[in-house]
């Protein structure tokens, strides 16, 4: 019986030790795969954050501002830009020069330089015959908008005068704006930022907008952001390409107003194309990315149909104003409440102002006609809403 007690107490250890065996490899086998998966998950994380930092210092890297001498062929020869001559009373450089055959392609890149393609003027042209080319037909030498006069009592606006109805059919056959959604509540603010505008300007009206929630469009030509404009050494101004790149970040839009602010209707086809080619080029290289641009505003609003058909053809809509006053030179400034008054009057339903960003008073009045504008009901977008 002793015997038979032992034997039964070594079968039952034998018969533990086997299935401690069997439970203790099952437990190997679930280990194993969990310890892999918790190994390649620590790499990805790591691998990840490393990207991560690599992407942030490229992103903080200071790009070259040193920017290539434009030397492109016209039609008799080949000339440097900084060996051509100022036309005689013009403080600005028009180029004689034609669109060059090598285009940027494909998207931006920081560390290559690539940018957005652009149509060459082999793309473009010739322009269809018919097609007026001088600018008396829509300008008469610069833009008026037609007037619209505000009762501040009563809020009634009274049309006193427009453009005709040819005109307005012209500028909507090519996509071209004056005013916008004019049979809604609705305004649109515009700042060009050429002449003596600086970032400081810019960053001010931003600061404006930001405190009121408010988005506009800024007209960009090259004597803003780019210093020895057009010539040997050009470079870019580094405040300024930072005040442009605040503009995308902070929700409003950006805009081309020329490379070298010629009176773009008498330019040659070519010339045209080159103007806004350059400028769209320049801006990129300022932002350090592929921005695509798609308004323009011609300098003094000097527009012929030849330009608003090449500008369609490129990708841009012309948009030009329904308002503004003559704020444009920094010495001769209007009285901040004279001016506030004006801005007031001049609102009506789709109304676009064309306001200047080196304009002092307008930097004063901004946020108080902003507070009006919306007092009265109004909308106030961004030029693509």
């Known amino acids: 019986m002793a015997e038979e007690n032992k ?17 203790g490899g099952l437990w190997l086998l679930l280990l194993i795969p ?36 434009i030397s492109t062929e016209n039609s008799n020869n080949t000339m440097p830009v900084e060996s051509q001559t100022l036309p005689e009373g013009s403080t600005e450089l028009p180029p004689e020069t034609k669109e060059s055959e090598t285009q940027e392609s494909s998207t ?20 269809p015959e018919g097609i007026v080319r001088d600018g008396d037909e829509i300008s008469k030498g610069g833009w008026y908008g037609g007037k619209f006069t505000r009762d501040l009592a009563t809020g009634q606006v009274v049309c006193e005068w427009d453009r005709s109805a040819e005109i307005k059919n012209m500028l909507t056959k090519y996509g071209a704006i004056y005013h916008k959604n004019e049979d809604q509540k609705v305004c649109y603010l515009t700042f060009d930022c050429g002449g003596t505008s600086s970032a400081a300007n810019v960053n001010e009206i931003l600061d404006i907008l930001k405190k009121k929630d408010v988005k506009a469009v800024f007209f960009i030509p090259g004597d803003f952001f780019l210093k020895n404009l057009n010539r040997d050494g050009e470079t870019i101004d580094q405040e300024c390409a930072a005040a442009m790149r605040r503009i995308l970040q902070e929700g409003h839009v ?23 080619n350059t400028q769209h080029q320049r801006i990129e290289s300022a932002l350090g990315f592929a921005y695509p641009i798609s308004y323009y505003r ?6 012929s149909e030849r330009d608003l058909y090449l500008a369609q053809k490129m990708g841009y809509h012309v948009t030009l104003w329904s308002y503004a006053y003559m704020d444009w030179n ?24 064309l306001l200047h ?29």
């Open 298 to 303: 011609p300098p003094e609003g000097a527009v």
């Open 254 to 276: 950006i805009g081309s107003h020329t490379y070298t602010h010629p009176q773009m209707p008498k330019l040659s086809d070519e010339d045209f194309i080159w103007q806004l």
């Open 108 to 127: 931006a890149q920081e560390a290559n330089g690539q940018f957005t393609p652009l149509k060459t003027a082999e793309e473009l042209l010739p322009v």
């Open 34 to 69: 969990l310890i892999l998966v918790l190994g390649i998950a620590l790499g990805l994380t790591v691998r990840y954050l490393l990207d991560l930092q690599a992407s942030r210092k490229e992103t903080q890297a200071v790009p070259d501002t040193t920017l290539p001498v």
């Open 357 to 385: 960003a080196l304009s002092s008073t307008n930097r004063a009045m901004l946020g108080d006609l902003i507070d009006y504008m919306k007092s009265e009901g109004y909308d106030i977008r961004r030029i693509d809403r």
């Open 7 to 23: 034997q039964f107490r070594t079968s039952n250890q034998s018969r533990k030790k086997v299935k401690r065996k069997r439970t």
């Open 330 to 353: 920094p010495s001769n400034q209007m009285e901040v409440g004279e001016a506030l008054t004006k801005a007031k009057v001049g609102l009506h339903d789709g109304c676009v102002y």
